[in-house]
């Protein structure tokens, strides 16, 4: 039988050789995209964590699985019961399941603790760690290998921390210089920053190079389905946090070699976060639950046909606040629709604290508009608008129709009003004194 490991990076976006970032230095996973499947054109759901993995677990959108803002406090978001996570459906057919590192889908309720919400999402195994940096969780994930690799089938995650800041705990990496994102203004400070995030993806390189040295030594690889990922684009201004294509593209690399996925081919097809999960049940024969969203790749690996999708779609709700956004991206065209009024490229917190937002915040500023519409193939870095442009018209006009009619099909509930977060439902408990006020979370 085939066994499952799925690892995932944070923040990590494309920011690799692999996809045209010279200066980044991972020889593991370019050594790994050398004899597996990569995809080129694969996007996130969403361009925030939760949210992001969710879709990844599911097969379904932020806005049907639950899951539209942050799990951790305060934020609480967290996965409804009712939805079936890959790992519930994997050990209810007798897959041995564990996870290793972070966990950043399901959040805390009353009553219950982290480690019961795990379990329920089908993990009988927990390897959490309060440090969950590569090189502390791939020894973990190397030994779990060795003892338990051949008992029966499994599905292991492997969510490492990084590359989520704060970068300056990491050692700067130069070795192939540093090159500034092609999407932001020219500005002489970047480099510092960027060889740290580069010493950051040479430590996840590192702990995903341990865990492939392991399985090829156990004789498990060729019969393990093998997927290297992340949650969404890169920690830096006008990316995470964002719906411009550095937000929402997205790492995938898969191998099975006896399941006809290896060679180091490359997939330029649009593809979805939540399309993995029905990829992973057919390459096990396993029939995905009714309301799964995405589609198999597998066609697509094997050649049967040229594409799976014309459009891919993403959304933000809510990330540090509300700021509910969709999109619509198919392969020339990007349609952004802001259903809040917004007059800057929202940025995350920690993104904030990059020396660069401060410097360039003014030149990414947008106009407070309610549609942005992008031509890809003469403006790839997504910097004049053309909503507005006649020329567009009838573009415009389509993507919309499509937008909306996603959006309508899927019970997205932004159709219905605005969205109330956890955080509503519990002020309005303690206003009614269904519950106690919590505890300061700051002196």
Same mark, same amino acid.
């Given at each position: 039988?085939?066994?499952?490991?799925?690892? @995932?990076?944070? *923040?990590?976006? /494309?920011? =690799?050789?692999?996809?045209?970032?010279?200066? +980044?230095?991972? #020889?593991?996973?370019?050594?790994?995209?050398?004899?597996?499947?990569?995809?080129?054109?694969?996007?996130?759901?969403?361009?925030?964590?939760?949210?992001?993995?969710?879709?990844?677990?599911?097969?379904?959108?932020?806005?049907?699985?639950?899951?539209?803002?942050?799990?951790?406090?305060?934020?609480?978001?967290?996965?409804?019961?009712?939805?079936?996570?890959?790992?519930?459906?994997?050990?209810?057919?007798?897959?041995?399941?564990?996870?290793?590192?972070?966990?950043?889908?399901?959040?805390?309720?009353?009553?219950? @603790?982290?480690? *019961?919400?795990? /379990?329920? =999402?089908?993990?009988?195994?927990?390897?959490? +760690?309060?440090? #969950?940096?590569?090189?502390?969780?791939?020894?973990?994930?190397?030994?779990?290998?060795?003892?338990?690799?051949?008992?029966?089938?499994?599905?292991?995650?492997?969510?490492?921390?990084?590359?989520?800041?704060?970068?300056?705990?990491?050692?700067?990496?130069?070795?192939?210089?540093?090159?500034?994102?092609?999407?932001?203004?020219?500005?002489?400070?970047?480099?510092?920053?960027?060889?740290?995030?580069?010493?950051?993806?040479?430590?996840?390189?590192?702990?995903?190079?341990?865990?492939?040295?392991?399985?090829?030594?156990?004789?498990?690889?060729?019969?393990?389905? =093998?997927i290297f990922t992340t949650d969404h684009g890169v920690d830096? #201004?006008?990316?995470?946090?964002?719906?411009?294509?550095?937000?929402?593209?997205?790492?995938?690399?898969?191998?099975?070699?006896?399941?006809?996925?290896?060679?180091?081919?490359?997939?330029?097809?649009?593809?979805?976060?939540?399309?993995?999960?029905?990829?992973?049940?057919?390459?096990?024969?396993?029939?995905?639950?009714?309301?799964?969203?995405?589609?198999?790749?597998?066609?697509?690996?094997?050649?049967?046909?040229?594409?799976?999708?014309?459009?891919?779609?993403?959304?933000?709700?809510?990330?540090?606040?509300?700021?509910?956004?969709?999109a619509i991206r198919t392969g020339r065209f990007k349609l952004?629709?802001?259903?809040?009024?917004?007059?800057?490229?929202?940025?995350?917190?920690?993104?904030?604290?990059?020396?660069?937002?401060?410097?360039?915040?003014?030149?990414?500023?947008?106009?407070?508009?309610?549609?942005?519409?992008?031509?890809?193939?003469?403006?790839?870095?997504?910097?004049?608008?053309?909503?507005?442009?006649?020329?567009?018209?009838?573009?415009?006009?389509?993507?919309?129709?499509?937008?909306?009619?996603?959006?309508?099909?899927?019970?997205?509930?932004?159709?219905?009003?605005?969205?109330?977060?956890?955080?509503?439902?519990?002020?309005?408990?303690?206003?009614?004194?269904?519950?106690?006020?919590?505890?300061?979370?700051?002196?």
């Amino acid at each position: 039988m085939v066994n499952v490991v799925l690892v @995932t990076a944070h *923040d990590l976006g /494309r920011y =690799l050789s692999i996809y045209g970032v010279r200066s +980044v230095y991972a #020889p593991n996973i370019e050594a790994f995209a050398g004899e597996a499947v990569v995809f080129n054109s694969h996007f996130t759901t969403a361009p925030n964590c939760s949210p992001a993995r969710a879709s990844i677990a599911t097969g379904r959108y932020p806005h049907s699985n639950g899951v539209m803002g942050l799990a951790h406090h305060p934020f609480n978001w967290h996965l409804p019961e009712s939805e079936r996570h890959i790992a519930s459906i994997l050990r209810d057919n007798g897959y041995r399941t564990a996870i290793f590192g972070l966990q950043h889908v399901t959040g805390p309720e009353p009553g219950k @603790t982290v480690e *019961d919400k795990v /379990r329920g =999402l089908g993990f009988e195994e927990l390897y959490l +760690v309060s440090n #969950p940096t590569a090189l502390v969780v791939a020894p973990m994930v190397v030994e779990w290998l060795r003892r338990y690799g051949r008992v029966k089938p499994f599905y292991i995650e492997v969510n490492f921390f990084e590359v989520h800041r704060p970068w300056e705990r990491y050692r700067m990496e130069y070795t192939r210089g540093v090159e500034p994102p092609r999407w932001l203004p020219p500005w002489s400070g970047y480099g510092r920053e960027l060889a740290k995030l580069q010493g950051a993806i040479h430590v996840l390189d590192r702990g995903l190079g341990l865990i492939i040295r392991a399985l090829k030594e156990l004789k498990l690889f060729d019969d393990t389905l =093998l997927i290297f990922t992340t949650d969404h684009g890169v920690d830096l #201004p006008r990316a995470k946090a964002t719906l411009y294509d550095p937000g929402i593209e997205a790492t995938l690399i898969m191998s099975c070699p006896n399941c006809g996925i290896y060679g180091g081919r490359r997939i330029n097809a649009l593809t979805s976060h939540v399309d993995l999960l029905p990829t992973v049940l057919e390459v096990l024969g396993i029939k995905p639950p009714g309301n799964v969203q995405g589609v198999s790749l597998l066609p697509l690996i094997k050649g049967s046909v040229p594409s799976v999708r014309d459009a891919v779609y993403a959304e933000k709700t809510y990330h540090e606040r509300y700021d509910p956004v969709r999109a619509i991206r198919t392969g020339r065209f990007k349609l952004i629709m802001h259903f809040e009024a917004q007059d800057t490229a929202d940025a995350a917190i920690d993104s904030k604290l990059s020396p660069a937002h401060a410097v360039i915040a003014d030149e990414i500023t947008i106009p407070n508009e309610f549609v942005e519409l992008y031509d890809l193939e003469k403006d790839p870095l997504e910097l004049h608008d053309v909503s507005r442009d006649p020329d567009y018209e009838d573009v415009l006009r389509s993507l919309l129709r499509r937008l909306y009619e996603f959006l309508r099909d899927t019970n997205d509930p932004i159709l219905n009003g605005p969205i109330p977060s956890p955080h509503y439902y519990q002020a309005l408990r303690i206003l009614k004194g269904e519950e106690e006020l919590p505890p300061k979370r700051f002196n």
